[in-house]
């Protein structure tokens, strides 16, 4: 029989003689059994699409393991689906991740979201913890220590310097609280059950948060500089302010030794300005590496697990996400992400449109075209490719699309493109455009294939929650189109763009990128940190 797509009715007079079983006597069994041969070939050749019958009759021969929803015990069993449907219902719309957690990283979440609901937001542990900040003096009898994490900047870069923080909590045993902008506000649900992550309205010195800058003075690294603070003295404050943006300097940098961490451990609040993904850089820190190892034996999945854990989208911008999925994504045999981001003013969109195709045509993740000839009506059984594209402007989607639009391709394939919106300038103080950009980076993730713009965040974030390498569009320098136009991604963490150039322990200059075997240069950042597998 030819699977071409047509239905062809079955020869039901046919008997199959056996132990003198007749179709004709039993023709339920016999029907069974000649299906399924074909049910066990279309079970191989389908797709992983939710929405593909054949898909949901796979899983219902193959059920999935009862944590396939908590991503292998990832996330924690107790919460109520209705009050966070993504968080269970991403199962739905991604591939399940080859990569799984290790039961010690497990374990350790477990353990943090007990300690979080004792010394979260309103609880007496919290109102004993706020009395030192209050007072500046330091009271032995608390048992709560706390990472406050503070923003001013995109999306991407406030979702991966949450992360870092988070992990930085999680290795010295605090409780990570977020100073939630308007700007930031029903982007995600809350990560932890039965208690919150968001820092209280009433914590002193809010206010003040936005003078926090690289020159201030209480700053830890300012405070090195002037040797106003050392492990030394009997005295040390309740609070301090840790500056780890891209702006930093060789004194704030000092964080990262193991000598200023025995100091910070004494220290029950640190109020933290981060704008870039500085977790590689905590696997420099001596103390931390054997807790590192054991958390995350696979190291190119840091934020793949973390990212995952910590945001799940609002059920607002779930509905958006789903919405569009259903409409333009689903039915594709095959979806492709393309994030477009140019840094560079003198780059021309129509030089990047041509580095874009030349990237996507060389490695064969979009079919040619015959430009001599336009599109027949499509056919039943042509296969499917859905191009998701995000951008700011929409020059690259209007190109793309129509080049398939109006001409058929050499491969035979059907190829719609799909642009969810074009803001032309990014607007980060905007609730409603965040909601947009965390809208389309989750898309992004849930491609199966993956092209993103060098030094892109929102390109690192859709790769690490999606799990996979993408194909990086390289930066256009002096007008030069770079040759190759792409590479493929070595691992799926996320870039660190400001890493320290600083040996602790020697104290001199240093390229960090040799100091331990999983840490190496980014493939779209020479200069930039990032964490792989040893054997990569």
């Known amino acids: 029989m030819v699977l071409d797509g047509r239905r062809r009715p079955f020869n039901l007079n046919m008997q199959l003689k056996r132990h003198s079983f007749t179709m004709l006597r039993f023709p339920k069994l016999a029907t069974w059994m000649l299906l399924l041969p074909l049910l066990l070939f279309l079970l191989l050749i389908s797709h992983e699409n939710p929405f593909n019958p054949v898909t949901r009759l796979r899983n219902f021969f193959q059920p999935r393991s009862p944590d396939y929803k908590r991503l292998d015990g990832l996330l924690a069993p107790d919460f109520t689906e209705k009050s966070c449907l993504s968080r269970y219902q991403t199962v739905l719309y991604r591939k399940s991740s080859p990569h799984k957690p290790s039961s010690y990283l497990v374990a350790k979440l477990r353990s943090y979201e007990e300690l979080h609901k004792r010394c979260g ?19 032995s009898s608390s048992e709560c220590n706390y990472v406050v994490w503070v923003a001013f900047c995109g999306l991407g870069n406030r979702i991966l310097s949450i992360t870092s923080a988070f992990l930085y909590a999680l290795l010295t045993n605090r409780v990570l609280l977020i100073n939630q902008e308007p700007e930031m506000e029903d982007l995600f649900c809350e990560p932890f059950s039965r208690t919150s992550w968001i820092l209280p309205k009433d914590f002193p010195f809010k206010d003040q948060f936005d003078s926090f800058e690289q020159d201030y003075a209480y700053s830890y690294g300012n405070m090195l500089k002037n040797n106003t603070i050392n ?6 404050p309740s609070y301090l302010h840790l500056y780890l ?43 931390f590496e054997e807790e590192l190892n054991k958390l995350f034996p696979d190291k190119e999945t840091v934020f793949h697990h973390l990212g995952r854990y910590l945001f799940h989208p609002s059920n607002q911008v779930w509905g958006q996400i789903t919405g569009y999925y259903k409409k333009y994504l689903a039915k594709a045999d095959e979806r ?13 969109s129509s030089q990047f449109m041509d580095q874009i195709l030349a990237c996507t045509l060389k490695e064969k993740l979009l079919p040619e075209v015959d430009m001599s000839k336009t599109i027949p009506s499509p056919s039943e059984n042509q296969r499917s490719k859905a191009v998701l594209i995000t951008s700011l402007i929409p020059d690259y989607f209007e190109k793309l699309n129509d080049m398939y639009l109006k001409h058929p391709t050499l491969s035979g394939e059907m190829v719609s493109v799909y642009q ?11 609730n409603l455009h965040n909601m947009k950009a965390w809208a389309e980076i989750y898309l992004l993730s849930l491609t199966d294939v993956l092209v993103t713009s060098a030094w892109s965040t929102f390109g690192y974030v859709a790769q690490g929650l999606g799990g996979s390498r993408p194909w990086i569009l390289y930066k256009i320098l002096d007008g030069e189109t770079p040759d190759p136009p792409c590479g493929r991604a070595l691992s799926m ?44």
Not at 231 to 236: F, Q
Not at 273 to 280: D, E, H, I, R
Not at 502 to 526: F, G, M, N, Q, R
């Open 231 to 236: 492990a030394s003295m009997e005295s040390l």
């Open 121 to 139: 937001p309103h609880t007496t542990s919290y109102s004993i913890s706020m009395e030192q900040i209050k007072s500046g003096k330091i009271n």
């Open 336 to 348: 492709i992400g393309i994030q477009l981001r140019v840094f560079d003013n003198k780059t021309s």
């Open 493 to 536: 963490e996320p870039c660190y763009h400001a890493p320290p150039i600083y040996d602790c322990k020697a104290k001199t200059e240093v390229d960090t990128a040799t100091l331990v075997p999983h840490l190496k240069h980014c493939e779209d950042i020479s200069w930039g940190l990032k964490l792989f597998n040893y054997d990569q």
């Open 245 to 287: 943006s891209h702006d930093y300097d060789h004194h704030d940098k000092l964080f990262f030794c193991d000598q200023d961490q025995i100091l910070l451990r004494k220290i029950p609040w640190l109020i933290m300005k981060s704008n870039v993904y500085f977790l590689p850089s905590l696997f420099l820190i001596s103390s």
């Open 420 to 430: 969810p919106s074009h803001e032309e300038e990014q607007h980060s103080d905007n």
